[in-house]
């Protein structure tokens, strides 16, 4: 997968990786229409990396696993994410304050909103949106709030009218848990992980 860095990050962002297993999907399942409905992050990725079917004998070496489904009776399609030892050698810019200046924050509701789309992918919203709305409620930690796993009900739309996380769950430091609402439906949920990069 040929990944480059993000903005000022040392390591792969979970929005490239979901962009890159979008964009391969059918080619990898051979099935029209299937979707990214679990993605999951296990450690960082400072090398490229590759997608298998099979799980790799080092575990040190295993990213994530993706799973694509294309039909809701079917089991899907499973595949891991394994870091190689090929270097990075470029990066492209990225300014995530360009969304944070657009998100209408809810503390007490605990929900952050997009009115319109940033410019950036659907994906790239969710992940600012989701880390904006943590820092805004739990925002003393040791580490980082990072993003940690993706599990969706239905396709990851291009583009929407309104987008927003509304947290469930909070477990303070540690984790937290929120809904993801597309024009006001809820298609999925997104979980954010403390770690230290």
């Not at 929900?111 to 789309?117: F, K, Q």
């Not at 993801?180 to 439906?185: E, P, S, T």
């Amino acid at each position: 997968m040929p990944l480059k860095f993000k903005g000022t990050r040392d390591y792969l962002h979970g929005s490239d990786f979901f962009n890159a297993l979008t964009a391969i999907g059918e080619e990898l399942t051979c099935h029209a229409g299937c979707f990214i409905d679990r993605l999951v992050f296990r450690r960082y990725a400072r090398n490229l990396c590759e997608i298998t079917a099979n799980k790799p004998d080092d575990v040190d070496k295993l990213i994530g696993q993706v799973r694509y489904m294309y039909s809701a009776s079917e089991s899907g399609f499973d595949y891991f994410l394994v870091e190689t030892n090929q270097p990075i050698s470029e990066r492209y810019p990225y300014d995530e304050s360009l969304i944070e200046k657009m998100i209408d924050l809810n503390r007490e509701l605990r929900s952050a909103v997009l009115s319109e789309p940033s410019g950036y992918t659907t994906i790239e919203d969710v992940i600012v949106l989701t880390k904006y709305l943590n820092y805004a409620i739990s925002p003393v930690i040791e580490g980082k709030w990072l993003f940690g796993q993706l599990t969706l009900d239905e396709s990851l739309p291009d583009s929407y009218v309104s987008l927003e996380i509304q947290m469930r769950n909070l477990f303070e430091a540690r984790f937290s848990v929120s809904n993801i609402f597309v024009d006001g439906l809820k298609i999925g949920t997104i979980k954010f992980i403390v770690g230290i990069v």
